[in-house]
């Protein structure tokens, strides 16, 4: 049984930063493509970043290019997502989602993850 959790969300004012982290029980961790998604009250979830399973490939949505920085750490089975220069547009609930390998038609779309977390709330106030 693969599980996902995710912590780091916080109430945090315009222009700060916060680090989230996803933790996998899984020995496997380096064979998957792990991908951080959010969903905004009344809206659809959407990708925020990537980060493939092999090498350091990463991809951004263009809302998040340039401010957040995705990174894994195999050796803790451990994702982060670094967060900087922060807006009120992006308040949402932030999850965590892993899959086998990557697929390039599917990664951006929340239908291409099998295994998700429980999410962490990120309040960012002007």
């Known amino acids: 049984q693969v599980r996902l959790v995710e912590s780091g969300g916080d109430l945090v004012q315009e222009g700060g930063s916060l680090r989230l982290s996803c933790t996998m029980s899984?020995?496997?961790?380096?064979?998957?493509?792990m991908t951080w998604f959010r969903q905004a009250p009344g809206k659809e979830r959407e990708f925020v970043a990537a980060?493939?399973?092999?090498?350091?490939?990463?991809w951004y949505s263009d809302s998040v290019e340039g401010r957040f920085i995705i990174s894994k750490d195999n050796s803790k089975n451990t994702v982060y997502l670094q967060m900087n220069n922060l807006t009120p547009e992006d308040t949402a609930v932030y999850y965590c989602?892993?899959?086998?390998?990557?697929?390039?038609?599917?990664?951006?779309?929340?239908?291409?993850?099998?295994?998700w977390g429980p999410g962490t709330p990120v309040t960012v106030s002007t």
């Open positions: 899984t020995v496997s961790f380096n064979v998957y493509t």
């Open positions: 989602a892993a899959n086998y390998g990557f697929n390039s038609a599917t990664y951006r779309l929340p239908s291409g993850y099998r295994y």
């Open positions: 980060h493939r399973w092999t090498g350091s490939d990463t």
